[in-house]
T-cell receptor, first 111, second 118 residues
Framework: GQQVMQIPQYQHVQEGEDFTTYCNSSTTLSNIQWYKQRPGGHPVFLIQLVKSGEVKKQKRLTFQFGEAKKNSSLHITATQTTDVGTYFCAGEDGGYNKLIFGAGTRLAVHP | EPEVTQTPSHQVTQMGQEVILRCVPISNHLYFYWYRQILGQKVEFLVSFYNNEISEKSEIFDDQFSVERPDGSNFTLKIRSTKLEDSAMYFC????????????????FGEGSRLTVL
């Protein structure tokens, strides 16, 4: 079945450093979404990527979708303490309303 | 801002008991989902639901689980005979879009129901 793998599992950075999390799928994806979950909270949608090679930016966040539509990345420039949380990618491979989440990358930011 | 609401926020039950978790999706959304998250772990897909039918379900969603939309607003998850390993946070979500060829739009998640099975 469809699997979505995400690395690293944890990342500790100093405030101001950059952060990247990577997502890989065992199958070609129709789209990929990214979510953020604050400690004790629920996943909150960040963005959806649909096109091969697509790059989208949200302020300090840059999202990429690979050319083969099997991998994606989220890059945060100059992290802030408000960036703390777990970042999940979630992909679909053409199933009917079945969005599969990666294991998540937990980001800790030290001031 | 519209939101998905879930009740109860926390339920403690004895192994073997039946549990019903309730959700009120966003009113104009047509696609509904249940996910679960064991503490500190990944968000696992359980089931998706559209037009009063299950669209997709995972291997986790066995005969112990069922979903229902008993009226125009509620969406429920029932676990017939709970096991220790069912202890988790259960998230309900809804989306405005969905359908074939994997075009599920943004999922709006509720705050979750924490289930503890003793």
């Amino acid at each position: 079945g469809q699997q979505v793998m995400q690395i690293p599992q944890y990342q500790h950075v100093q405030e101001g450093e950059d952060f990247t999390t990577y997502c890989n799928s065992s199958t070609t994806l129709s789209n990929i979404q990214w979510y953020k979950q604050r400690p004790g909270g629920h996943p909150v949608f960040l963005i959806q990527l649909v096109k091969s090679g697509e790059v989208k930016k949200q302020k300090r966040l840059t999202f990429q979708f690979g050319e083969a539509k099997k991998n994606s990345s989220l890059h945060i420039t100059a992290t802030q303490t408000t960036d703390v949380g777990t970042y999940f990618c979630a992909g679909e491979d053409g199933g009917y309303n079945k969005l599969i989440f990666g294991a998540g990358t937990r980001l800790a930011v030290h001031p | 801002e519209p939101e998905v609401t879930q009740t109860p926020s926390h339920q403690v039950t004895q192994m073997g008991q039946e549990v019903i978790l309730r959700c009120v999706p966003i009113s104009n959304h047509l696609y509904f989902y249940w996910y679960r998250q064991i503490l500190g772990q990944k968000v696992e897909f359980l089931v998706s639901f559209y037009n009063n039918e299950i669209s997709e379900k995972s291997e986790i969603f066995d005969d112990q689980f069922s979903v229902e939309r008993p009226d125009g607003s509620n969406f429920t998850l029932k676990i017939r005979s709970t096991k220790l390993e069912d202890s988790a946070m259960y998230f309900c979500a809804s989306s405005e879009s969905g359908g074939w060829q994997g075009n599920t739009g943004e999922l709006f998640f509720g705050e979750g129901s924490r289930l503890t099975v003793l």
